[in-house]
């Protein structure tokens, strides 16, 4: 069945919203967790919507929430507002990890915990081919369609096709790629209220 986002695709000539790609913030959205958020899509249906905000940075790293993981200093990620109790990742680990969900790009998401712990152990699944994520961020069934129609967000092909390399996904870069139609959010001062 066809998702309403046909109706974003028409006003703002953009991509539709689907596992694999990006959303990526308005700069005038602001809130703690979307202001200049770039979030990868895992899951689109009827249902709603699931994705990861890859460039908060939680403070803290996954070895200080899980006591027996086996490699240190790899960082927790803010994934969203939802699920906040929940420890979620990404991986390009393919079906080396049981129960993964391909999402495109070579990416995928969760997965078997004990095996990803397993696999990090032996050094076959290496910190740079993981990311984890504390809670997601969600849309239910219409909702994130109704909030492109109102250009709080703009959905971008990944950039990068491993964003698993970089600490951050850098929110000035993915607008600059999304090309001349965001010079204005490109433009857009930190702070409005002082221009």
């Not at 906040?84 to 990742?89: G, V």
């Not at 929110?171 to 221009?195: A, C, H, T």
Request: hydrophobic share 40%.
């Amino acid at each position: 069945m066809a998702q309403d986002s046909d109706i974003f695709n028409v006003v703002a000539n953009r991509l539709s919203p689907k596992p694999g790609r990006i959303l990526v913030a308005s700069p005038t959205l602001r809130d703690m967790y979307f202001t200049k958020a770039v979030v990868l899509i895992t899951e689109h249906n009827d249902n709603g919507t699931v994705g990861y905000i890859l460039n908060k940075y939680s403070g803290v790293n996954i070895d200080s929430v899980i006591d027996d993981f086996p490699v240190k200093d790899i960082k927790l990620y803010l994934g969203g507002p939802v699920g906040q109790d929940m420890l979620n990742f990404i991986h390009n680990a393919g079906n080396l990890i049981d129960d993964a969900t391909p999402i495109g790009n070579g990416l995928y998401w969760g997965g078997n915990l004990d095996k990803v712990k397993e696999l990090m152990g032996k050094k076959i699944l290496l910190p740079e081919h993981i990311k984890f994520f504390v809670g997601y961020s969600g849309w239910e069934n219409s909702q994130l369609i109704t909030e492109l129609t109102e250009r709080h967000w703009a959905v971008s092909k990944v950039g990068n096709a491993d964003i698993l390399l970089t600490d951050n996904c850098d929110y000035k870069s993915e607008i600059k790629r999304m090309g001349e139609g965001f010079k204005l959010w490109q433009n857009f001062p930190e702070d409005p209220v002082m221009n």
